[in-house]
């Protein structure tokens, strides 16, 4: 008898680490980390633009007041914008009543019980022993 044996594929655990990279980033962009990210980004280039013409009291000011934004930071701003007002992909419907009125009454679920046994041995099981059980030496 020749017996051969086939190897079994397994999947890599590249491709797990993958997708779990993929699910990592969808949810992280749902939720619009990409924009703090990316402000994070910003913020960190002015200070240093910042840092290297004045003091660094007065660059951490400058980039967090507001009142000197970059490049980025505008970007960031309107990108924020535009999803706050785009509208949604789907009309939402909302339906006032159910076109046949129906009545749903919900009754609480019935005790349950044990089944009833099928023969005498099995009635058998919750009467005590016949004899006294080992006692330990």
Known sequence: ???????????PAVFKRVAKILVILAVALSVGLHWALLQTVAWTGM??????????????????????????????REGQQSE???????PLIKIE?????????????EPISPPLP???SAA?????PPFQ???AA
């Not at 008898?1 to 999947?11: A, G, H, S, T, W």
């Not at 058998?124 to 005590?128: A, C, D, G, L």
Request: with cysteine; hydrophobic share 40%; aromatic share 8%.
């Open 84 to 90: 706050k007002e785009s509208p949604a992909l789907l």
């Open 118 to 120: 099928a023969d005498l």
């Open 47 to 76: 200070l240093v633009t910042y840092a290297q013409q004045t003091s660094i009291r007065d660059a951490v000011a400058k980039t967090f007041d507001g009142k000197h934004p970059c490049r980025l930071c505008k970007l960031v």
């Open 124 to 128: 058998r099981r919750f009467e005590s």
């Open 1 to 11: 008898m020749n017996f051969k044996l086939r190897p079994v594929i397994k999947e």
């Open 133 to 135: 059980p080992p006692r």
């Open 97 to 109: 009543s159910l076109p046949c009125a129906m009545a749903f009454v919900l009754y609480p679920p």
